[in-house]
């Protein structure tokens, strides 16, 4: 018996997995072009490496987002917009400045973000959105961690979020 992992639905990028078995042998067909794809153990080491190698990755991933998206809210919290500046890509902290013709610290502040705490986290590779009540905080990875790319960020039906601060 071989436990092999199968994709039962997929949506874009986002796929549900479930496990299974099949006997040793047993061919995995693709269930469109029905070509056989793999055979028995090679699916199941294939299979276990990938969930290894992505699983980690992922949660050390979800972490360092989760940290990154509280120490920017509570700095928005605490009023020290001169800390949650620091934690802007630099992009999103130019356009924020230019945008308001004032410094950094002086525009955030003028915004009155919430300050509530990171809800649910999605992580896209080096892309993350952090749910916030009523909104979001977008953040992007660069060598020097996890930076904010969106604040303030309320969904529009059917089109792409509204962000008071954004790259």
């Not at 990171?118 to 009540?133: F, H, K, S, T, Y």
């Amino acid at each position: 018996m071989v436990t092999t992992i199968r994709v039962v639905h997929q949506l874009g990028d986002r796929v549900a997995l479930t496990t299974g078995s099949t006997e040793e042998g047993d061919r995995v067909v693709d269930r469109h072009s029905g070509r056989s794809l793999l055979h028995g153990r090679a699916v199941a080491a294939i299979a276990v490496a990938a969930l290894v190698a992505t699983g980690g990755c992922a949660s050390a991933a979800t972490s360092d987002v989760q940290a990154a998206a509280q120490r920017f809210q509570t700095a928005i919290r605490d009023h020290q917009p001169e800390v949650a500046c620091g934690m802007l890509s630099d992009e999103a902290r130019s356009s924020l400045q230019s945008t308001s013709a004032r410094p950094c610290d002086q525009a955030l502040d003028a915004l009155h973000l919430s300050g509530a705490s990171p809800g649910a986290i999605e992580v896209w590779g080096d892309n993350a959105q952090v749910r916030l009540p009523g909104g979001a905080l977008f953040l992007a990875e660069f060598s020097a961690g996890w930076k904010i790319t969106g604040a303030g960020c309320t969904p529009r039906s059917g089109r792409p979020y509204a962000c008071s601060v954004r790259s």
